[in-house]
């Protein structure tokens, strides 16, 4: 039976407990829908705020169905799940969204190249490898360095590696080869802007899309967002034309993040989740229905909420602590006395460069919005990326 | 030690598990602030939706001695507390925010008449009463109906009775007195517009206060908030500064309600409450920070947060349930289906005129955002007063 039919309060089980099934947790709580958690351990950061836990490895597959049956519907945190798992908890009758088909393509890149092409969505050009000397003979025909990504299991800069030539090809080869990754090779654009678009789909294809984010990533960790991005109009439509579809293309259901390079005048995709993402966090009080709210709504396949921006600017800033030392909770007064900063902490034990947190600003531009959210991260003990780069000596 | 000096995360124990107390759990989230609870039962609205529950009556001493024991600073979801339990709790070295002196005075409203006389701060003319013959005096002198008040346990409409004559009086004080309930009587003023002030007051006497806020009432129960209240700005400022007043009159910390009548051009106060209250819900939503966040704050002795509107106009309508058979989670699809409409159920099972929920709408005007407001009141089955009214051939 569809959940949005059940007339008690409607059960969400989301598999995985970090930050983003917390913040699904807070915004369950005025919908009373009942968000149930399958946990890797009782203290992660989700799990501390939830009723309804469950603590096993999300891979375990007797784990995974008792799980899914008390659940009106499943949902995901993050993609290290076994998406053939995911196809037997369908055919045994669980309501998966995404779907098993939808987590399997979010999972492999390669898959992805071979869905952007047959519906020809631009993207960098790149291909799967099978040798070192595809690697060699791509970067000997396009130029070096090339990009070098593992198929699957990368995320935040993980499972990305620049790679300058044919020697440092055959050497990631046989790392690759030790420990059983599928890669792919992608030449290098140059990069003018990072960008993303959220957006939320329900079942029958009813999609409300965010507005277009900068991104601000340093050694491919996002640091900061800038709504609405400060684009031409006509790249703003291009990306939403693109984000709706590949929507389309891995038929998501829930929120799906896509994240893009603007690169010689062109809006290319670079990676996807079909998920909750980093990418939206703006839209946690900073637009009129958080992307988690909207999550929650499109799998419970009921209306989803408006997206418009609550202030002319929106910023936020991720909180990566900047040691092991780093004392939230004297932090969090020095925070909030910056005006007008809504500060949102995960419940993580600091570790150097560990994301434990995020602040959001509502300015009247971007320039106000951003010195204040930049001043809330460094009361909190985080990195600001800025000054990283000063010490350097590179160019912010 | 004070809570806000620690450096784990604080824990904030809340007497009382109601709605308030629910969409506090909530508001501690993004904080990294741990609720704990003193629920009456585990099913209350807060308990379905919090990690950290106690089931106990909140006037049983040894458990809630038990329960201040594990929290770095208590605060209250409801006053029916017992005020010498808290000094003594206070006595054993507890932090409560409010004081138990200040909740001593919210429970009564003999107490408050006296410190209203005391710091010449405007109310109906009233006075404690000792026998009915005393009522009768009252309403002889200044005019029949006379309003009486029971001074401890009352709300929502409970305790109030409009006495129309000598012999109702001498029927009420029997009553009364077979209750063992003490009574003030109070002049019946002719009401304007009956509105609401909410502020945040820190221990130090740091103070944000909120918009001031038109209440709509019907038999004692609130149905609508509409924010800015419509209301001449000489007015405005009159309750701005009442409630300022009231707050260190009473000495609050964390949230205080001064809801008061437009009367012949002057503001009075009527009642008073130091904690969240409903004529402050639009605040969830519609504020930069939630009622529900500035309490948590103030009571931890951190910075407050902006109480700026998100919109030109909030409208929150409570929804009461009409029948026991409201079907809220079908009702819900249809209620989010009205653009821009924020919707906060409390968990709990529908009984005629029992308050369920509430939804909160953003507009340019206060006409457009109660129309929408009350759409989505109607699709979840809630009491529409005007259409009660409209059938009772009364004029709204």
Redesign the interface.
């Known amino acids: 039976m569809p959940a949005?039919?059940?007339?008690?309060?409607?059960r969400v089980g989301i598999v995985g407990a970090g930050q983003l099934a917390?913040?699904t947790?807070?915004a369950a709580?005025?919908?009373?829908v009942?968000v149930r958690l399958l946990a890797a351990s009782a203290n992660d950061s989700a799990a501390?705020?939830?009723?309804h836990v469950a603590v096993a490895p999300p891979t375990d597959f007797p784990s995974l169905a008792a799980f899914a049956a008390g659940c009106d519907v499943l949902t995901f945190d993050h993609e290290l799940v076994d998406a053939r798992q995911l196809r037997d908890l369908e055919r045994a009758g669980h309501v998966l969204r995404p779907t098993a088909e939808t987590m399997a393509i979010a999972q492999n890149k390669a898959r992805q190249l071979a869905l952007w092409r047959r519906h020809a969505l631009p993207h960098p050009e790149k291909q799967s490898v099978s040798s070192a000397e595809e690697i060699v003979a791509f970067g000997d025909e396009r130029g070096w360095p090339v990009i070098v990504k593992a198929a699957q299991g990368g995320y935040d800069g993980r499972g990305v590696w620049v790679v300058p030539d044919a020697r440092a090809a055959a050497e990631l080869w046989l790392q690759a080869l030790d420990r059983g990754l599928t890669l792919l090779v992608e030449h290098r654009m140059p990069i003018e802007r990072e960008i993303a678009v959220v957006l939320a789909r329900r079942p029958g294809g009813e999609i409300a899309v965010y507005p277009v984010v900068e991104t601000v990533q340093r050694d491919g960790i996002c640091h900061e967002l800038r709504v609405p991005a400060p684009l031409d109009p006509a790249l703003v439509a291009e990306a939403e034309r693109i984000a709706r579809a590949v929507a389309e293309a891995v038929k998501v259901v829930g929120i799906l993040a896509v994240e893009m390079f603007v690169s010689e005048g062109r809006v290319l995709i670079n990676e996807i989740a079909t998920r909750p993402h980093n990418s939206g966090h703006f839209s946690?009080g900073g637009a009129?229905?958080s992307q988690f709210e909207n999550h929650l709504?499109a799998v419970l396949?009921?209306?989803l909420?408006?997206t418009?921006l609550?202030?002319p600017a929106v910023v936020t800033r991720n909180v990566l602590a900047s040691s092991a030392e780093t004392?939230?909770?004297?932090g969090?007064?020095a925070a909030?006395?910056v005006?007008?900063v809504?500060?949102?902490?995960?419940?993580k034990q600091p570790r150097p460069g560990r994301k434990i947190?995020h602040v959001t600003a509502?300015g009247d531009d971007l320039a106000d919005a951003r010195e204040r959210a930049t001043r809330a991260v460094e009361a909190l003990g985080g990195i600001v990326w800025e000054r990283t780069a000063e010490r350097e000596g590179a160019h912010p």
Chains 1, 2 share one sequence.
């Open positions: 949005a039919t059940v007339s008690r309060a409607p917390r913040m947790v807070q709580i005025p919908l009373a009942q501390q705020v939830c009723r946690l009129l229905t709504r396949d009921w209306p909420g408006r418009d609550l202030a004392d939230l909770h004297t969090i007064a909030l006395a005006p007008g809504m500060v949102h902490l995960y419940g947190g509502l």
